[in-house]
């Protein structure tokens, strides 16, 4: 089965940046899609960008849109998000997922979960 693994997270302070890593232990990361989910306390879990298996595809809610940048590098088998201009409403714990779909945005079509890390921005 597939492990993802996320690294990156922490506070920042509201207009800060950060950028968050996510690393696949199996050789069939070009295969999957990937996305970021993120769940803030009392919310549901909700996409906050995705990137498809082929040709890079990106797709950002309206939340986030020109505010956070999903990458991947599929010779390290890992993918990116980096986070500008942060606000306190972004403040969750962010999770790596990968489909066997092309791409999704429902978390109920990722068939794999890293574990976090939490970002928290101060006002």
């Known amino acids: 089965q597939l492990q993802l693994v996320e690294s990156g997270g922490g506070l920042v302070q509201a207009g800060g940046s950060l950028s968050l890593s996510c690393a696949a232990s199996e050789g069939t990361f070009t295969t999957k899609g990937m996305g970021w989910f993120r769940q803030a306390p009392g919310k549901e879990r909700e996409i906050t960008a995705a990137i498809s298996r082929e040709y890079g595809t990106t797709y950002y809610p309206d939340s986030v849109k020109g505010r956070f940048t999903i990458s991947r590098d599929n010779a390290k088998s890992t993918i990116y998000l980096q986070m500008n201009s942060l606000q306190p409403e972004d403040t969750a714990v962010y999770y790596c997922?990968?489909?066997?779909?092309?791409?999704?945005?429902?978390?109920?079509?990722?068939?794999?979960w890293g574990q976090g890390p939490q970002v928290t921005v101060s006002s």
């Open positions: 997922a990968a489909t066997n779909y092309n791409n999704a945005i429902d978390p109920n079509y990722y068939n794999y």
